[in-house]
């Protein structure tokens, strides 16, 4: 991955190298993020790991439906299937949250966000979303936090078909097994509003090499509709994207060396009665890391990345052709100072061509108050560097921007009690040099976001298992005094599954939207408007059939409720789909 280990020391502590047993709490969890596998109970982070099986119970199509298992988290969908999603962690918007697809970046670097909506799920194994202060040593965009999606080859071969309204449609076959495989998506809608429709195809292809090496193919292309604000409408703007990711891996994720090289390629385009616009973007890079263990329970790691960046864009008739050089140096020491306490601490040296050089450092703790209760602390910098339009657009840029900076400190409490695993963590950012969205942008936002967060996953009683989660935030302008638009006071989640049968079972999906600040452009100047807050529930039957096929209805927004996630974009009504799948 992209973004260094959060602590590599655990699964090096467990080694007979060192002769040394591991803390007691080394707990049996799932692999949290990093460059190396590790265990969720050692690091220091706020880290939310959702795997392929919880995918499927939620009935997702994208990343963007994963989402919404994440405390601190949100999406600003544009409107139904296919429709733009932006990401959000802690308040920050989408160009301050990192997107990775099997550690390579697939922000945009011209517009510095990724489109949620054109990720598939195709090939997901898991979905790693680390929040808040641990993403200093991830690079830019990592302001608000990291979602990293993993790939998976070696799978059995599979079929999978879906049906929804709309005329919503869904075909996923793969195949292969340990050293390749194959896998295809095709996938559409008509659209519940005019010119809302989609057509999207998705390949992903993994082939494993002597030596440790790794290759990755992972290919999208969509053609949709852009409807438009629904005080403005725009029947006839449409949308294009094909995005390309090719990398190689090699040298064991367990081992104490690896690296990567990778190319992204992507194109976007959209075209409307106005004129047309296209963003042309390449991207090449490499990275290396380094692991040593310098004594028993000590363990240094270093990495170097190299990335070259390329645009080649027409906006509206005016050109931009760049290319800018990025460069990166990163140390993390991570120690065992006794058997109940770790500390990780970092930093990372970033070298842009453009807008020059910048530290973040970040150190965190774990204490294990006892077998089953630990307590986490971190603080750390991250940053966004200005995009290519930010620096570079004719007549409306300016290339002497800053990056935005951000300091976070947080804490959690984590308790495991039987079968359920309860946590309360506490945040607080204040971020600086925001990049204003004028003309000419300047460096002149500063915000100031803390929040509280609760978050219960396992067992929470009468046979029902799986995640709820409630986040209560506040996110300021400090310029103003005025709320951040687009960020709800309260954030609340609850995702879960009964077991009817050992072959069926039914999950139950709900979340509530607090009351957010919006802009309403629909009136000049744009103003600000009080979104009310909304309810939305799911409901899901899993059921698996003798003959192997496993078969999902589910039905979303159940309460038929009308509401706009983002002011003037209404979500899809109450509506209905049906999956079916089989593995061979």
């Known amino acids: 991955m992209r973004f260094c ?6 699964p090096l502590l467990a080694t007979p190298a060192l002769s040394q047993e591991p803390p007691v709490f080394e707990l049996p969890e799932v692999t ?26 939620l009935g997702a199509r994208t990343v963007a439906d994963a989402l919404r298992l994440v405390p601190e988290a949100l999406v600003r969908a544009y ?4 429709a733009l999603a932006e990401p959000s962690i802690r308040g920050f918007g989408p160009g301050q949250v990192l997107v990775l697809l099997d550690g390579v970046p697939v922000n945009n670097v011209a517009l510095g966000q990724a489109d949620l909506s054109t990720v598939s799920l195709l090939g ?23 979602i990293n999606i993993v790939t998976a080859g070696g799978t059995a071969p599979t079929v999978r078909m879906r049906a929804g309204p709309f005329g919503e449609h869904h075909l996923h076959a793969g195949t292969g097994g340990r050293a390749a495989s194959l896998a295809f998506e095709a996938s559409g809608t008509d659209g519940f509003r005019p010119n809302s429709d989609v057509a999207a195809v998705t390949v992903v292809g993994h082939l494993t090499l002597g030596s440790g090496i790794r290759l990755t193919a992972h290919h999208t292309r969509m053609e949709l509709g852009t409807p438009g604000d ?18 190689s891996q090699w040298g064991d994720p367990a081992g104490p060396a690896r690296g990567r090289l990778y190319a992204v390629a992507e194109s976007l385009g959209f075209s409307s009665p106005t004129g047309n616009s296209t963003y042309a973007t390449w991207a090449v890079g490499g990275e290396l890391q380094r692991e040593w263990p310098v004594a028993p329970g000590r363990v240094l790691a270093g990495g170097l990345e190299l990335q070259r960046q390329n645009l080649d864009a027409v906006v509206f008739g005016s050109a931009v052709l760049r290319e800018t050089v990025v460069g990166a140096a990163y140390l993390e020491f991570d120690a065992a100072l006794s058997s109940r306490l770790l500390v990780s601490t970092a930093v990372r040296v970033d070298g842009h061509s453009a807008y020059g050089a910048t530290v973040n450092p970040r150190v965190g703790v774990v204490v294990a108050i006892d077998d089953a209760t630990r307590l986490r602390a971190g603080i750390g910098r991250t940053f966004r560097g200005p995009t290519f339009l930010q620096l570079y657009f004719p007549g409306c840029s300016d290339p002497a921007l800053r990056p935005e900076t951000a300091w976070t400190v947080e804490t959690s409490l984590e308790r495991e009690w039987g079968s359920r695993t309860g946590t309360l963590t506490a945040f607080l950012s204040e971020a600086t040099d925001l990049i204003s969205g004028g003309c000419p942008p300047q460096n002149i936002g500063s915000a100031s976001i803390v929040g509280l967060s609760a978050d219960l996953r396992g067992v929470v009683g009468g046979g029902w ?8 935030q506040q996110a300021i302008d400090r310029i103003t005094g005025d709320a951040l638009p687009r960020v709800p006071w309260v ?29 309403d452009f629909s009136v000049f100047p744009a103003a600000a408007v009080q979104m009310p807050g909304y309810v939305e529930l799911a409901l899901r039957y899993q059921r698996q059939m003798a003959s192997g096929w496993m078969i999902v209805a589910g039905a979303d927004n159940l309460l038929d409720v009308s509401y706009e996630a983002v002011k003037g974009y209404p979500a899809p009504g109450r509506t209905f789909f049906l999956t079916a799948s089989k593995s061979y």
Do not use: K
């Not at 409107?79 to 296919?82: C, F, I, L, N, R």
């Open 5 to 10: 280990a959060l602590l590599v020391l655990v």
């Open 32 to 57: 949290i993020p990093g460059r190396r596998p590790q265990t969720g109970g050692s690091t220091p982070a706020s880290v939310t790991v959702i795997t392929r099986a919880e995918l499927e119970r």
């Open 230 to 247: 629904v005080a403005f409408p725009t029947p006839q703007d449409r949308q294009s994207v094909v995005r390309t990711i090719v990398q």
């Open 79 to 82: 409107g139904g299937y296919g």
């Open 124 to 146: 997901v194994e898991r979905i790693e979303v680390l929040r808040g202060a641990f993403g200093a040593i991830s690079g830019s965009g990592a302001v608000g936090g990291v």
């Open 465 to 472: 298992t799986g995640r709820m989660n409630l986040t209560v």
């Open 491 to 519: 954030i609340a989640r609850a995702a879960l599954t009964h077991d009817l049968s050992d072959a069926s079972a039914i999950s139950v999906i709900a979340e509530y939207i607090g009351p957010r600040i919006d802009r």
